[in-house]
């Protein structure tokens, strides 16, 4: 009797483990698919805003996650927008995920010019676009070249201008590869900040 009693007690506790289990494994999933993300800088092509090593959240919400397996994209709350610091999708091998700042969107000119970024033949002369030197290198960043961003794709460059692989080199990044906004940097604790 008492080893009966033992053994559906041993049961029932091994189920509610295993049942706390998925719970806690589902709600994982659903918060790093929906809402934010963890992701790790594994080169410098964005010093010195983002240094090898960094970890940070990558807010999915904002711009609205992508659905599973889909290309559609849950409405979010925000567009991207010039001056963000983005995660996506690298077009050229779709299984790496890339880190690059927003320069310019689907329909706008971009020009290198002396190192200053034009957009629409203007000199961006705010936030932290005006205060990197960008390099013409690559085939969509020549000296005195204009290029338009087709419609519903991002033209994205590393901070680290000089030593970044980026839209210069192999062109855009269309809308649906954006996987979210790079938000905070939470590790490690000397470098705990907002993104900007």
Known sequence: MLDK???????????????????????????????????????????MTLVEGDRLFVNKL???ALLPWTTYRLPGFTRPHRGDVLVFKYPVQRNKDFIKRLIAVGGETVEIRDGVVYINDK???????????????????????????????YFVMGDNSASSHDSRYWGFVPEELVVGKAEVIFWPLNRLKWIR
């Open 5 to 47: 009693l033992f053994s559906d007690n041993n049961k029932k506790i091994a189920w509610e483990w295993a049942e706390s289990l998925v719970v806690a494994f589902v709600l994982a999933m659903a918060i790093r698919t929906f809402l934010i993300q963890p992701f790790k800088i594994p080169s410098g092509s964005m010093r």
């Open 62 to 64: 904002a711009y609205g």
């Open 123 to 153: 000199p961006v002369a705010e936030g932290a676009m005006a205060r990197i030197h960008y390099y013409n290198y690559g085939d969509y960043a020549k000296t005195g070249q204009k290029i338009t961003v087709p419609p519903g794709q």
